[in-house]
């Protein structure tokens, strides 16, 4: 048996949808067979205070955080482990044993369980990262095709190089 408390923390707003939210997440942990939750506190939302140097998200509106504190036990530290990967707590703190003790293939499938979830996370970010180098791409070629310059202000009409096309001035005499 493992016991552990953890903290879990969500972000986003309105406060309401938060909270609703993080229950939503943290209260799935009643329904999981082989854990047994003990306790399962939820504070109330409050506004992240802005730091100097943040920007303010787009619309103004503040932002909100609300966390869980979930005590509860699994049957092995393997599964503790595996819920710390469904839950992605913030901080987790290990109640008992005192002492964890792990054969060679329990601690063999934990490592291969953390290094296979951190490649499929590589593999999400790396799909992400050229999607976004598309979409700004895709940005580009919508801008020069609309007139406009990589700042938003406008600009002559573009051949596919780069070039303004269009009006020549002409001199007057």
Sequence with gaps: MVRAIMIVEMAGRPAEHVKDSLEKHIGVLNDVNDIEVHSIKISEPREIEKSSGSEEVHSGEPVFTCFAEADFETGSFARMSETMFDFMPSSVEIIEPSEVRLDMSEAT?????????????????????????????????????????????????????????GKKKVKKK
Excluded: C, F, P, W
């Excluded at 593999?123 to 801008?143: F, P, S, T, W």
């Design 109 to 165: 499938n934990l490592l291969n369980n953390i290094s296979g979830r951190l490649h499929r996370y590589d593999e999400i970010m790396k799909i992400a990262g050229g999607r976004l180098q598309e979409m700004g791409a895709e940005l580009k070629v919508a801008r020069e095709a609309l007139g406009k310059g990589e700042n938003g202000s406008r600009i002559g009409k573009m051949d596919g190089k780069g070039k303004k096309v």
